[in-house]
């Protein structure tokens, strides 16, 4: 038995970093970074590591001590071993893993550029064709299901195995993208109401609900079916509704690397908080913990904290929660 199976992409990511480029202010108050046509630019770093949401929960998942198997669908080429072998590092169970014939592996090329922020290019490869026929269902044995954003064949495929959870008696916690945000509720609707913890952001909450505040949001989303939302609002920090209580977790003022991961970062380790103790504040201090110790490194992953590490840092480290009972 697993505690958590986590459904979702994977991908080699290659982080390019380069200083030579030009930032552009649009009017939406939008920036750009464009690069000049026909230029050969230097880069002055260049690392490659294994990403996805659901490699990067799988891995923050299994440190944290929890039992932890992955599910998504890899090419036949050299880089789907490269993702195999960093699981099985990491004591993440890889025996759920379909191979396919017809795509590569995910890929993404990030560029890191503008306050450490990112642009990401991504080639979705073999991750958006997880169709049911490669789920090997007699062994979904778990207590938990993670979901990570997913589209095309894919989405249809964590549709179905939400149907086998609730049947099951498997809880499911769901993290989604602006892909997917952006199908809005009708698309979404049939795996919201299977959903006990729903994790999204700021921006990905106003393309599901409408732009309002916080708090709106979180209560239209709750009615839609997941017991707990977390909407989370980068170095604003996260507000939560569990259908009674509004919590909201105050991040600290810490120096930031690059944020790659962070938001698979908390969710997975907000998650683990609910597993081990049932407590949305303590779930707040240790999602918000792990996200910082990400974003002060460089990887979606090298920093990932253990059980036993995060805990002395929330000791050392003091995190606010806010709580209002409605």
Do not use: C
């Amino acid at each position: 038995m697993y505690d958590v199976i986590t459904v979702g992409s994977s991908t080699v990511d290659v982080f390019a970093r380069t200083e030579y480029h030009k930032v552009i202010h649009s009017k939406s108050n939008k920036n750009y970074v464009a690069y000049p046509v026909g230029a050969k630019i230097l880069i002055n770093e260049l690392n490659t590591t294994v990403g996805g949401g659901g490699t990067n929960t799988a891995v923050s998942l299994a440190r944290l001590g929890h039992k932890v198997a992955y599910l998504g669908k890899l090419g036949s080429f050299g880089n789907a071993q490269r993702v195999i072998n960093e699981l099985k590092k990491e004591k993440v169970d890889t025996s759920l893993i379909a191979i396919s014939k017809n795509y590569r592996t995910g890929y993404s090329v990030i560029l890191d550029s503008l306050k450490h922020d990112r642009t990401i290019l991504t080639y979705k490869g073999s991750n958006d064709d997880l169709g049911f026929s490669d789920v090997k269902v007699s062994k979904l044995k778990t207590k938990w299901f993670y979901f990570s954003s997913m589209m095309g064949k894919s989405f249809k495929t964590l549709e179905k195995i939400a149907s086998y959870a609730a049947k099951n008696n498997i809880k499911i916690a769901l993290n989604i993208s602006s892909y997917l945000a952006e199908k809005g509720i009708p698309y979404l609707k049939g795996l919201f109401k299977r959903t006990s913890i729903l994790i999204l952001n700021k921006e990905e909450a106003q393309l599901v609900v409408g732009k309002s505040k916080k708090e709106t949001m979180l209560r239209k989303l709750n009615k839609l079916g997941p017991e707990i939302v977390a909407i989370t609002d980068g170095n604003n920090g996260v507000d939560i509704f569990d259908g009674k209580i509004f919590y909201h977790g105050k991040t600290n003022n810490i120096k930031v690397v690059e944020t790659t991961g962070a938001g698979d970062a908390f969710a997975s380790s907000f998650l683990s908080g609910i597993i081990k103790k049932n407590d949305i504040e303590f779930a707040i201090k240790l999602g918000i913990t792990n996200a910082e110790s990400v974003i002060m490194h460089h990887g979606a992953k090298n920093k990932l904290l253990t059980y036993n590490t995060a805990l002395r840092i929330m000791k050392k480290r003091l995190i606010k929660v806010v709580k209002k009972v409605l």
